[in-house]
T-cell receptor, first 114, second 111 residues
Framework: NAGVTQTPKFQVLKTGQSMTLQCAQD?????MSWYRQDPGMGLRLIHY???????DQGEVPNGYNVSRSTTEDFPLRLLSAAPSQTSVYFC?????????????FGPGTRLTVT | GDSVTQMEGPVTLSEEAFLTINCTYT??????LFWYVQYPGEGLQLLLK?????DKGSNKGFEATYRKETTSFHLEKGSVQVSDSAVYFC??????????FGTGTKLQVIP
């Protein structure tokens, strides 16, 4: 049981390039999310999904696209990278239970845009 | 909107010292409250949670009590170890997508 996996671990992009951050989970969780972590700001929600084929925007969605064709995978696409997107990106999957939603995080992707 | 405020770090303690990391929240209604821990180079891991007022979450010697009257969820541990050195995040959640994280508190435990 690998949990939540993310690739790549590190990436450097030039301004204007596009790329896809991969995320997969093997826990059959219905919920998946993408966050970015910036110094002094905690984690902020970019996009989330409540099931295959269903996605919605979070707090900071601009410049990012997502899709969810399967329960397992939830890729994040950067359309035209900008230096402001330099951050650490975390994918999480979650399930409801015990009156709350528990999230399980991947190890993160550190992205630098020059 | 919702917000979570944590004490600034870093917090530096000697091994076996008592730990308190303060967390207060503002939210509509009755959120669930969480503490997550992040070790260097890793993602966040759920440490403990509480889903209603007066609930106490506990795990690995850490405890936190959901105090609705003071809107707080302070993290405590009676005797910290070097292995507890990490960044600790407090979070409130109302529904899966309405999660608000604090800015994190770095804990350093020295032998």
């Amino acid at each position: 049981n690998a949990g939540v996996t993310q690739t790549p671990k590190f990436q450097v992009l030039k301004t204007g390039q596009s790329m896809t951050l991969q995320c997969a989970q093997d826990m059959n969780h219905e919920y998946m999310s993408w966050y970015r972590q910036d110094p002094g700001m905690g984690l902020r929600l970019i996009h989330y999904s409540v099931g295959a084929g269903i996605t919605d925007q979070g707090e900071v969605p601009n410049g990012y696209n997502v899709s969810r064709s399967t329960t397992e995978d939830f890729p994040l696409r950067l359309l035209s990278a900008a230096p402001s997107q330099t951050s650490v990106y975390f994918c999480a999957s979650g399930t409801s239970g015990g009156g709350s939603y528990e999230q399980y995080f991947g190890p993160g992707t550190r992205l630098t845009v020059t | 909107g919702d917000s979570v405020t944590q004490m600034e770090g870093p917090v530096t303690l000697s091994e076996e010292a008592f730990l308190t990391i303060n967390c207060t929240y503002t939210a509509t209604g009755y959120p669930s409250l969480f503490w997550y821990v992040q070790y260097p180079g890793e993602g966040l891991q759920l440490l403990l949670k509480a889903t209603k007022a007066d609930d106490k979450g506990s795990n690995k010697g850490f405890e936190a009590t959901y105090r609705k009257e003071t809107t707080s969820f302070h993290l405590e541990k009676g005797s910290v170890q070097v292995s507890d050195s990490a960044v600790y995040f407090c979070a409130s959640q109302r529904g899966y997508q309405k999660v608000t994280f604090g800015t994190g508190t770095k804990l350093q435990v020295i032998p």
